[in-house]
């Protein structure tokens, strides 16, 4: 199959001008070596049946011979030969040289390193595909583009989209395999195996520490009833325990290795004072890494999601999540989200490395476009107010508002740019 470039591309193209190696991270299944791949002149795949065997002899006799490969080289699932990485480093520190190696492994595979390889061996996390990446988003408007012209006209640009395909897209989600599979019955089925090996394997292959499959499902459940909500632990946590005994600890200990298989995320709070101390709240947001492990999780078709729009507002805000982590990436981008006392809410502030910011609000179609506007343009009169107040450090106002939906056609409202989120791109 021919490759589909990814957005983290251009991250690497800079990253292999400063570094030797590259160590790429994320969840299974998207895309990280074939990404490698394709910059590299050799592959060293420890998981080859065929050469497995020979690697690991080689690893004990002479590991040194591992850096005759052609460069650049990339070393597949190389936490099976740990010392990949010191020879790396090494290499690295001798060498001088940059872009010279490759690293990528399975998420449900951790190992201890001596030494971070900080400065030599550069780590970057690669998500699900983004829309646009899909090919389920159009483009015709970058996300950098809108922070770096406050006067961008968004006006009539259409996605010619619906949101029969945009429900599709959510369950069938941003996994690289489903690109190569013709009937969309069969690439929903990707997302649903994913989530069965994520608890019948992945969670007890990442230290081998057998887990409960059975608890682990109930955990994904939860978090799916409760997608991109305030729910709080005890919510969750209660969930399992109505059907499992399972001690606050072990559910903690269950909720951190899900993480670092990057199937959930909890998306902190922003919490500038723009009001009292007193008025800030700091939950966190319940979100998986792809939209599509919810579905999974509920055992839900896209068509169930026709007749229960308020569910899917919160599979559509997490997909909204991800796309926006990818899109904002190579701009060192990072996602939180706003709630005070008051219940101002902001779906998500989207902070770049060079402090500008975006307030997004996600909204299911046009009936709650107005409750958005008026919300994004409240929290801006508040930064504005809060600055008049010359006893107080004064916050930057934000550079971009957005609302992002289901829609067909972008436009403006009061400063206010209301986008398709398949028309969105980097």
Known sequence: MKYVKRIIDKDLDLREQAFGAINILGPKGSGKTRTAKERCAFTVEFEDESRRDSYFLLADSNIDAFLNFP????????????????????????????????????????????????????????????????????????????FDNPHLVVDGITSGSDINNIIFAACRGGWPRTLEIKNDEAKLLIARDYFKQICEKDISSLDDKKRNPEIVSAILKSYARNVATLAKKNVIYNDVCSNYKISEETFDE???????????????????????????????????????????????????????????????????????LVYSSSSGGSIKHYHDAYDLEVDYIVTLSDGRYALV??????????????????????????????????????????????????????????????????
């Open 71 to 146: 460069r650049p080289t990339l070393f597949d699932e190389w936490q099976d030969v740990p010392k990949i990485w010191g020879l790396i480093r090494l290499a690295c520190d001798k060498e001088e040289r940059f872009g010279q190696f490759y690293l990528t492994g399975s998420s449900s595979k951790k190992v201890q390193t001596a030494h971070t390889g900080t400065t030599r061996i550069s780590t970057v996390t690669m998500y699900p595909m983004s829309l646009y990446e899909s090919g389920d988003s159009n483009g015709k408007i970058s996300l950098k583009e809108l």
């Open 254 to 324: 269950y909720i951190e290795k899900l993480k670092e298989l990057f199937v959930i995320a909890d998306v902190e709070a922003w919490s500038p004072e723009i009001r009292s101390k007193k008025a800030l709240r700091s939950p966190k947001k319940r979100i998986f890494i792809d939209p599509s492990i919810a579905s999974a999780a509920l055992g839900i078709s896209p068509e169930y999601y026709l007749t229960d729009f308020d569910l899917f507002g919160h599979v559509f805000e997490s997909l909204v999540y991800r796309d926006l």
């Open 361 to 426: 609000e996600v909204k299911l179609g046009n009936k709650r476009i107005e409750e958005g506007v008026n919300n994004l343009l409240k929290f801006k009169r508040l930064v504005k107010e809060h600055n008049e107040n010359k006893n107080k450090l004064p916050i930057r106002e934000p550079d971009l508002m957005m609302i992002i939906t289901t829609g067909d056609i972008s436009y403006s409202k009061d400063g206010v740019k209301i986008i398709p989120i398949t028309c969105l791109k980097d």
